[in-house]
């Protein structure tokens, strides 16, 4: 049939998101329907903040199935909508007191924050079901909006090309260096590893300077800056460990790209949608977040690579059912 | 909306006029001009507020009907109305197919659903406990006696137990974390989007589920069941917006007045203007405060306020 | 936007209800404002306190402003910086708030006075015998006025003063012209004219697209024309025949038309003047000063000019003056609009952004070469002020808050004053 992939569009950046909704039309593709990528451009400062939405209302889509993904995407309208939420605007919702927020305790504050509320609420309804990418993405929609969403979870990028390998003598940790990913727990906590273990630190973002000048006076730390795919998966495939502690993440590729190259991972208690694949003691460490923690965890696995393997493997084995096509049929069919 | 409006309504007005009259003929504007006139010429279809002041003559008529008694008083005005406006459910049943019901007195197109998480940012701006609990409607009849409130309204939290003002009602419902709301304020906490804990008749009188728009507990109960209600977003969200579904479905004013210009012939059947595809798409998204968002929709489309009207 | 139920006297009151004590506490500003020390000198805390309300004054009046841009958030950080180190420096206040302080505030002088004023108003007997020094000064300045216009109208007296010194003035002015027409022409025995390379409405320069200039900058034309009508149709409707200089597309000819007032217009440009008459109006293409020459003497009701002079070189635009004051009746109006570069913000953004305007036409210089042309009155109509600085009206402020706003109220009036005024000048009535 003809499904129609709606997303939001940042112009000029490429991200997890735009990867992720191109794989999603790739797999439809695959399962042999047609399938194209709508994306209109958004704005998120409050002044703006409804102008997307309200053109998503007057785009007219013809096709038998439309899959909406993230605000304001999901306010298509369609006969036969099915949301596979993302995310919604978090600065309106969970992340409303962070500092990149303009959602102020002022009048014109709260009144664009119903507004925004009850036309995500009606937006959603429409839809004939509600998935999400992660149950922390489906806690925050019941939350925030009375509504039910069933977590769909779907595979990371390099997926097939990720597998078990020998257990180096260090952790790796790929992410975005940017202060939500908490990247400079992991180089502090470097610092106090009572093992010869190295930290390798792949990716870039806006704290790159501010991480160079902490990690220069530690040996043991290795900042990689941007990796090639096939770097990243060797990184992965020769790791001891993977250590991932963002803030409230929604899902995390991160750990999942762990599991697939059969390795624990270790990670905070804070850390969201990480913590619904990672089990203190059989998939990876749960640790407070302090470099503290996380360095005695890292020590931990060190000395005992068995125990890293058995985690790894136990990893693999939750990742085992995670493929497009399950994806695709639970979209087409729910 | 740009639907022809040429229809001239006769209204007949008493003295005093049910309350919910206004925001039905605000409704009703949409569809025709509504004017006081001393004789018959030019209306096309008549209103008149109470059976008393409505003339037999005078047709077609939609009749304002408050009770049965008010029906019995006045038959030949409402044998021959073609259309029975009422809030009374036994005039409603009495009424059959003429029947219009125009709701409980709750203005649902003026009042803004609150999800929880909104009302606990009000409750941090103004200083208000995070567990407010807020009493509306007749205490219920207890065994034993201690009301929830020996008046109309009344806030429970952990200590305190004060009667509020009528005005600081709305107020109250509006950011409450929950309700305990009994008889006809139900609807008006519902509408409110409050996460509401109520007792079974009054539930049962405007169709509400338990577990689906409200919570049902015995009078004993409801403090406390509302106390856990506001403590679990996800349970009073879910509550909330399907209470808030439930009376836009069952007392929007807009609705009764749509039928009613239907049945009194003030309907053409042409197609809206293309312009107005932008109004429908706001309207569908329950925005009523037009002003602003359809001018900065205006704004941002290139068009002036005007072409959207 | 806000329902009127979560309006926040109601949510006050609420609040009180529920019984709890503490404040609410209070929205948290979007940027980090500078401390007050109670233990820092009183100068210090009062630059500090200026400081934030500078900020907060600036947000105001810019914030709708920056509401609408699309500029991301360190831009508009960045603009905010700029505009606090703009007229409100606070260090330019505090100086001023320092010096004031000193001769205000001055303890001991205060209270001297205090006790000098208290003497006197004490004293009955004094008090009494002021007012009847006070009653004959004001007789005095009665009697002077008196004389006054006895001197300048012997037989109406005070009441016709004016009149009469407009009629002195319109005879002083026309010797002067007499005079130096006589006086250039023995000198070069050509009649004064406009200079041969620069037609009379604005010479054209090289390279310099117009059109497009005025299509980006001019703005609204609709709403431009809803102005003009409203502020010179009632004037001129009944003044017919009425000469519009420099009269483009012939927009005001129309609603003049309308009125049913005869209107002709002149201007340079051929395309306009074209398009002009094929819509019916009767228009010229040829420079204002030589059609007004071919015109005859007290033929025309009104000459209207809008913004056209501020284009003319200041001899052009005193033979226009004379012609005109000729060619209209006794009874006849002058009128002309042009940009008011007493605004400062009109003189450094509007007007120079358009090189064919010639000189700033201050009013005072507008005014006096229409009394020397020849016409008897002149009357100024200011227009279009500028957004205006909003002042602090606080009642609980502080005593000083009332020296901010004097500093304020000055660069409102000297920078953001009426954008443009009009001349109405007339020629002495029949």
Redesign the interface.
């Known amino acids: 049939m003809d499904v129609v992939v709606c997303g939001a569009q940042v112009p000029f950046v490429r991200g997890g998101a735009e990867l992720h909704m191109e794989n999603l039309v790739a797999a439809f593709a695959e399962a042999g329907h047609r399938s194209e990528l709508v994306r209109l451009p958004v704005a998120w400062e409050r002044g703006r903040l409804f102008d997307a939405p309200l053109a998503w209302r007057s785009v007219p889509i013809d096709a038998d199935l439309v899959i909406a993904t993230n605000f304001p995407s999901y306010f298509v309208r369609h006969p036969r909508k099915v949301v596979w939420l993302f995310h919604q605007h978090r600065g309106a919702y969970d992340a409303v007191d962070s500092s990149w927020s303009d959602f102020e305790l002022d009048d014109v504050s709260l009144a664009d924050q119903a507004r925004l509320s009850d036309w995500d609420t009606r937006a959603l309804e429409e839809a004939t079901r509600i998935f999400s990418t992660s149950q922390v993405v489906a806690d925050r929609l019941a939350r925030f909006n009375g509504l039910q969403a069933t977590p769909l979870y779907h595979p990371p990028p390099l997926h097939k090309r990720l597998r078990p390998g020998p257990f180096g003598d260090y952790v790796f940790c790929p992410t975005r260096l940017e202060a939500n990913k908490r990247p400079g727990v992991v180089v502090r906590a470097t610092s106090k590893f009572h093992s010869s273990t190295r930290s390798i630190i792949a990716g870039r973002g806006s704290m790159e300077l501010e991480l160079d000048s902490l990690a220069s006076g530690i040996p043991a730390v290795e900042m990689l800056g941007f990796v090639s795919d096939d770097e990243l998966v060797e990184r992965f495939v020769n790791a001891l460990a993977v250590v991932y502690v963002p803030a409230d993440e929604d899902y995390g590729y991160v750990t999942l790209q762990a599991f697939y190259a059969g390795k624990p991972v270790i990670t905070a208690q804070d850390s969201g949608g990480v913590l619904e694949w990672v089990e203190d003691g059989v998939t990876g460490i749960v640790t407070d977040g302090s470099p503290e923690e996380v360095a005695d965890a890292v020590d931990r696995l060190a000395s005992d690579p068995a125990l890293a393997k058995k985690m790894g493997d136990a990893g693999r084995d939750r990742v085992r059912s995670l493929d497009w096509p399950t994806v695709v049929e639970r979209l087409t069919t729910g | 909306m740009t639907e022809p409006r040429n229809h001239v309504v006769g209204l007949m007005v008493d003295s005093a006029p049910p309350t919910r009259f206004s925001p039905f003929l605000g409704a009703l504007a949409r569809w025709c001009r509504p004017r006081v006139l001393p004789d018959a010429r030019d209306a096309v279809a008549w209103i008149a507020t109470s059976p008393r002041v409505a003339d037999p003559r005078r047709r077609p008529a939609a009749v304002w009907v408050s009770s049965l008694h008010d029906w019995d008083a006045n038959k030949p005005a409402v044998e021959s109305a073609h259309v029975l406006l009422t809030d009374d459910r036994e005039v409603l049943a009495r009424a059959g197919d003429r029947g219009v019901w125009v709701g409980d007195g709750v203005d649902v197109r003026g009042t803004v659903p609150l999800t929880p998480f909104v009302r606990s940012r009000w409750r941090a701006r103004t200083g208000l406990p995070g567990d407010l609990v807020i009493h509306v409607g007749p205490p219920p009849t207890r065994v034993g006696g201690g009301g929830a409130g020996t008046g109309d309204a009344g806030i429970q939290s952990a200590e305190a137990h004060e009667a509020i003002a009528d005005e600081l009602v709305p107020t109250g419902l509006a950011v409450a974390a929950a309700v305990v709301a009994t008889g006809p304020t139900l609807a008006a906490a519902l509408a409110w989007g409050a996460p509401t804990v109520t007792d079974a008749a009054s539930a049962a009188a405007i169709g509400a589920i338990d577990g689906e728009h409200v919570l049902v507990a015995s009078p004993d109960e409801m403090h406390d069941v509302a106390t856990r209600l506001a403590n679990d977003h996800a349970r009073g969200g879910m509550l909330g917006r399907q209470g808030r579904r439930l009376v836009e479905q069952t007392h929007d004013v807009v609705d009764a007045a749509a039928l009613t210009a239907q049945r009194l012939g003030l309907r053409d059947e042409a197609a809206p203007a293309p312009l107005d595809v932008l109004s429908v798409r706001l309207a569908e998204l329950w925005v009523t405060d037009d002003a602003a968002i359809v001018e900065r929709v205006g704004a941002s489309l290139g068009l002036s306020h005007g072409d959207l009207a | ?6 309006q926040q006297d ?6 009180r ?4 004590d ?4 209070p ?2 500003e ?1 940027e980090p404002e500078p401390q007050l020390d109670p233990n820092a000198p009183v100068v210090q805390r009062g630059v500090t306190a200026a400081k934030r309300l500078a900020k907060r004054l600036m947000r105001r009046a810019i914030g709708p402003v920056l ?2 841009q ?1 500029t991301p ?1 360190s831009a508009e950080v960045q603009r905010i910086d700029a505009e606090l180190s703009g007229p409100l420096n606070p260090r330019a206040l505090a100086a001023n708030i320092e010096s004031l302080r000193d001769e205000v505030l001055d303890q001991h002088q205060l209270s001297a006075n205090f006790e000098l004023l208290r003497g006197e108003v004490l004293d009955q007997h004094h008090l009494a015998v002021n007012l009847e020094l006070l009653k004959s000064e004001v007789r005095g300045v009665q009697n002077s006025l008196e004389e006054l216009g006895r001197a300048l109208a012997p037989d109406v007296g005070l009441a016709g003063a004016r009149m009469r010194f407009a009629e002195l003035r319109d005879r002083v002015n026309t010797l002067d012209r007499r005079f130096r027409a006589a006086g250039q022409q023995e000198v070069t025995g050509d009649p004064p004219g406009p200079p041969p390379d620069s037609p009379a409405g604005g010479a054209p320069i090289a390279g310099f697209d117009y059109i497009a200039f005025e299509r980006r900058f001019r703005g609204d034309s609709a709403e431009i024309m809803e102005r003009t009508g409203e502020r010179y149709v009632g004037l001129l409707a009944d003044r017919g025949p009425v000469l519009d200089v420099g009269c483009g597309l012939g927009e005001l000819m129309e609603l003049l038309v309308a009125e049913g007032t005869d209107v002709i217009g002149v201007d340079t440009h051929e395309g306009m003047v074209r398009e002009a008459r094929e819509r019916g109006l009767d228009v010229h293409c040829d420079d204002a000063i030589s059609f007004l020459a071919r015109q005859a003497p007290a033929s025309l009701g009104a000459v209207v000019a809008i913004h056209v002079i501020e284009h003319l070189h200041v001899d052009q635009l005193v033979e226009l003056l004379e012609l005109a004051a000729t060619r209209l009746r006794p009874g006849g109006l002058f009128v002309a609009e042009t940009p008011n570069p007493r605004a400062l913000a009109v003189l450094g953004n509007s007007y120079i952004l358009d090189p064919t305007h010639v000189w700033p036409l201050h009013p005072g210089l507008v005014t006096f070469l229409c009394e020397s042309a020849g016409f008897c009155e002149a009357e100024l109509r200011y227009y279009s002020p500028g957004e205006q600085l909003e002042r602090v009206d606080d009642p609980d402020a502080p005593a000083w808050v009332s020296q901010l706003n004097a500093v304020i109220d000055r660069i409102n009036d000297s920078i953001f004053g009426p954008q443009e005024y009009a001349i109405v000048a007339s020629t002495k009535p029949g």
């Open positions: 936007m806000t329902h009127p139920a979560l109601l949510l006050e009151r609420l609040r209800v529920v019984g709890v503490a404040p609410p506490p929205p948290p979007p509401h609408e699309v958030l």
